[in-house]
């Protein structure tokens, strides 16, 4: 990997953490910003490079988040930042709906070509993930002239009010604000780690799920099938082995749209350009976010040309979809992405993850379970002697780490995971550094 870096990739925390300008800037937003945006860090971000992020104060943090899996190929990357840079002063915005511009067709013929899938696809583009959820569902909904939705156990699609739906956990994303949108229903999901069966294979979870919608709701009443190939906010939850194909295989057999949500997942966080191809799934629809555009707001479904191509015209598209400012940062993102092999980076990384920590859980039994593909990896802690979750740990080590100047997240239906999305530009020795204060954290609470 052939980066320059334009802050020294050093870990630095000065003093009283957080700092004064943190604190004065604390005082600002309260008495200016809703309540109901939360922060991870107490302190703000002046400048981020690589993997370090650096606050008002001069702290310097390595960043394990990644603004959670969005700043793949780094939060200031030279070649983005250049591109945005002369896109902008070209034009920021004129509608593609109403003028439309090049380099969005451009961004379409590249995400045709890497996502899985040979057959004739087509692309459409908004600005989150969970608009790019909303407009699947409205996809699969025209093309089947069917109601139903299926989501699964621990899943995350988003905030809005169909994706709320669609979302497992309660608190904090949908509690008090229902009514939320109907015709949706959820199935069990295969989490190895939690099976009552730990002997399940992927391939009998699919038939669990399977049968429950065939009870359920029926083959034949199910517009869409959506899922995460590997779960993330419900705790990075990698299905066993099997379990997609045979469901994708199922919704093949029942005219069903097989949507593959690999927002997070997505480009080349997983170790391969996308989580389903890991299992050689081939979806009708991809939804994509986050990591396509170096941190610039876009969003995207991919799929079958059929499929797109049936919706009206003016059924699909959105203000800012696909704004020429994001689609220059996402088209500089992908060649970036490719050049440097960063699903090969992304590899090395849970090999390093991975060799560290299945080696702690042998010294520490409040390690449950240790997963994840690519830089895309997880603990989750429980209390010793079985499974139970162990949040309360969970929130310390982060705390922990945080302190000691490492910014890492959690999540998980229980709240008892510590996640790891480092950008794939870092180096070796920071992310050793991080790892090094993660395994002190979890050795000085667990």
């Avoid at 370090?52 to 390595?62: A, E, F, M, S, T």
């Avoid at 989150?128 to 699947?136: C, M």
């Avoid at 190895?192 to 009870?215: D, F, T, V």
């Avoid at 920590?357 to 830089?375: E, I, N, S, Y």
Wanted: proline share 5%; hydrophobic share 45%.
């Amino acid at each position: 990997m052939d980066v320059s870096y334009r802050i020294e990739q050093k870990r630095k925390v000065n003093g009283a953490f957080p700092g004064p300008k943190s604190q004065e800037l604390t005082a600002r937003r309260q008495k200016s910003v809703a309540a109901g945006v939360a922060s991870t860090l107490p302190v703000y971000a002046a400048d981020v490079d690589g993997g370090i992020i650096v606050d008002v104060d001069g702290n310097q943090l390595i960043d394990l988040g990644s603004g959670i899996a969005v700043t793949t190929v780094g939060a200031s990357n030279q070649a983005v930042a250049k591109a945005v840079a002369e896109q902008a002063a070209r034009f920021t915005h004129t509608c593609f709906m109403v003028a439309p511009y090049e380099n969005y067709i451009e961004l379409a013929e590249k995400l045709v070509a890497i996502t899985p899938g040979e057959f004739e696809k087509r692309a459409v583009f908004f600005n989150s993930g969970a608009e790019a959820v909303e407009n699947a569902i409205k996809v699969a909904r025209v093309a089947t002239g069917r109601q139903a939705v299926v989501a699964f156990d621990h899943a995350y699609h988003g905030r809005t009010n169909l994706t709320m739906g669609l979302t497992a956990k309660a608190a904090p994303y949908k509690r008090g604000f229902g009514p939320l949108a109907p015709e949706i229903y959820r199935m069990p999901m295969s989490y190895p780690y939690r099976e009552e069966n730990p002997n399940i294979s992927g391939k009998e979870a699919a038939e669990r799920a399977i049968l429950a919608m065939e009870k359920q709701i029926g083959g034949d009443q199910i517009a869409a099938i959506i899922i995460e190939p590997i779960q993330g906010e419900g705790g990075f939850i990698v299905p066993a082995t099997g379990f997609l194909p045979r469901v994708a295989e199922w919704a093949k057999e029942n005219g069903i749209v097989f949507i593959a949500d690999e927002v997070q997942a997505g480009f080349a966080r997983s170790g391969a350009w996308f989580a389903s191809d890991i299992e050689g799934i081939e979806p009708d629809l991809v939804t994509v976010a986050k990591g396509i555009a170096g941190g610039m707001p876009l969003s995207g479904v991919v799929g079958r040309a059929e499929l797109l191509d049936s919706v009206h015209g003016g059924g699909l598209g959105g203000t800012y979809g696909g704004n020429p400012v994001a689609v220059a940062a996402a088209l500089e993102s992908i060649k970036f992405m490719d050049e440097q092999d960063l699903p090969g980076r992304a590899r090395e990384i849970e090999s390093q993850f991975f060799e560290r920590f299945t080696a702690l859980q042998k010294d520490v039994p409040a390690v449950g379970d240790v997963r994840g593909r690519g830089a895309m990896v997880a603990i989750e802690f429980v209390k010793p002697g079985g499974k139970e979750p162990d949040a309360e740990l969970t929130k310390k080590v982060a705390a922990q780490c945080l302190e000691d100047g490492v910014l890492i997240l959690t999540c998980g239906t229980y709240g008892n995971v510590v996640r790891l999305l480092p950008p794939l530009v870092i180096s070796d020795e920071l992310l050793t550094d991080g790892f090094d204060v993660l395994e002190a954290a979890i050795r000085q609470h667990a």
